[in-house]
Nanobody, 119 residues
Framework: EVHLVESGGGLVQPGGSLRLSCAASKFTFGTYVMSWVRQAPGKGPEWVSAISSGGGITYYADSVKGRFTISRDNAKNTLYLQMNSLKPEDTAVYYC????????????WGQGTQVTVSS
């Protein structure tokens, strides 16, 4: 059974930082495009960032560009999201997701980790 397990969420003050991790197992992590998607209370899912299978190409939503950094370590089957200068509007459950290159739909999802930005 495929596993994607997020960690690193929590409560942080505005302007603070968090680093999310997503540990993958039971699939060939290094061949998949990986993304972070978040969902705030009462809102629909919002795509945040994506990284190519080899890690050389990254994409960001305008709302997080310049504050968040996505990265991956294929040797460790782990995806990361470094989040700096956090704002209250970043509060959401953050999910990692995997999809094959060139395919629109995600194949695998994690269970999510809560990020709360509040003073």
């Amino acid at each position: 059974e495929v596993h994607l397990v997020e960690s690193g969420g929590g409560l942080v003050q505005p302007g603070g930082s968090l680093r999310l991790s997503c540990a993958a197992s039971k699939f060939t992590f290094g061949t998949y495009v990986m993304s972070w998607v978040r969902q705030a209370p009462g809102k629909g899912p919002e795509w945040v960032s994506a990284i190519s299978s080899g890690g050389g190409i990254t994409y960001y939503a305008d709302s997080v560009k310049g504050r968040f950094t996505i990265s991956r370590d294929n040797a460790k089957n782990t995806l990361y999201l470094q989040m700096n200068s956090l704002k209250p509007e970043d509060t959401a459950v953050y999910y990692c997701a995997a999809k094959s290159p060139g395919v629109e739909t995600y194949d695998y999802w994690g269970q999510g980790t809560q990020v709360t930005v509040s003073s």
